[in-house]
């Protein structure tokens, strides 16, 4: 998938003012869930993005690879998530939560379906529920309960 298409598809699925503020959005999440994938994974997933936003999560994968052995990424929850998304942003957490599942429904559709199993394998369940894949995980869990 290609920059600008998933730029549009972020702002559509955000419901996004303009270009610039999916930009900014899916630079957030991306550079944030870098931060949180083993640094190995982040290169892989950046491998297949667009070269700008490839260079936004391998740039934070090493800076985090830096700060550890690069072996594991950051631990962190949702909350943790959340915050350094609309910091990076420059919005509230709320707005970076709706912002953060449309830039992973669309890595969700922008990269290989192994690719984001592995993703969603690394993550804990808060984060991973942001995946359409953990969203459907979850609805399953729950239809399976009831």
């Not at 298409?5 to 959005?25: N, T, W």
């Not at 949702?78 to 957490?93: N, P, Q």
């Amino acid at each position: 998938m290609h920059h600008d298409e998933m730029i549009g598809k972020v702002q559509a699925l955000a419901q996004l003012p303009d270009r610039g503020s999916a930009e900014r959005a899916a630079h957030a999440v991306v550079s944030t869930l870098s931060e949180r994938l083993p640094s190995g994974l982040a290169r892989h997933v950046a491998a297949q993005l667009p070269p700008d936003m490839a260079a936004a999560m391998r740039e934070a994968a090493d800076a985090s690879a830096g700060a550890d052995s690069g072996v594991s990424g950051e631990r962190f929850g949702l909350t943790v998530f959340a915050g350094r998304i609309a910091d990076r942003a420059g919005t509230d957490e709320d707005t970076a939560l709706r912002e953060a599942a449309a830039v992973m429904e669309v890595l969700d559709a922008a990269l290989a379906p192994e690719l984001t199993e592995r993703m969603a394998g690394a993550l804990p369940a808060d984060i991973r529920d942001l995946l359409p894949v953990g969203r459907a995980a979850e609805t399953g869990r729950i239809g399976r309960e009831a």
